[in-house]
């Protein structure tokens, strides 16, 4: 780790435990992709992360895979995950998942552990998302940047904004 992100202050994320879905919360570093960080970005805040990602990679999209919990097509009756495609290869805050599966055909793979995978447009998945955790892209930025500089996946120059959504600090004309 360098040194400015051993001096990066801590801030508080609201999360869920792994087990029984409890609220907790985490203590992360801006821009430092720890265990804690992986835990916040894909137990609570994958939309957030999901959403950086795609500010960050003019090529990446956003996905929602979900199982239903209840009777299919009841309106909120879903659990899931938000998580960025980019070149057809599926990436959340642990890297891509494709190298986490064992399999001749990974996405394939990963698409059946799930109800549906479906594409969704920038901030789609908010029509059906009453109860999830309010968006904080702008603070999920750093990690997802350290993501992809560690996977050696190019960004865009400056994240956009605007057009409905949460404001990029830092960048002029946003």
Known sequence: MNSAARRAPSEEWECFDGLFGFSEARELRAGVL???AEHVFTSGHCHSFAEAIRRLNATAELAFAFNYLGEEGEEGAAQGHVLARIAGRYL?????????????????????????????GPQGWLANSSGWLAMRVSDALPFAAALLTRLRIPTNSCPDAG?????????SGS
Not at 92 to 120: K, P, Q, T
Not at 163 to 171: A, F, I, K, N, S
């Open 34 to 36: 720890d265990r804690d």
């Open 163 to 171: 057009q409905g959504r949460e404001e990029v600090h830092g960048c």
């Open 92 to 120: 959340d805050a642990r890297g891509w998942v494709d190298e986490r599966l064992a399999s001749a055909d990974a996405n394939r793979a990963f698409e059946d552990e799930w109800d549906r995978v479906i594409e969704i």
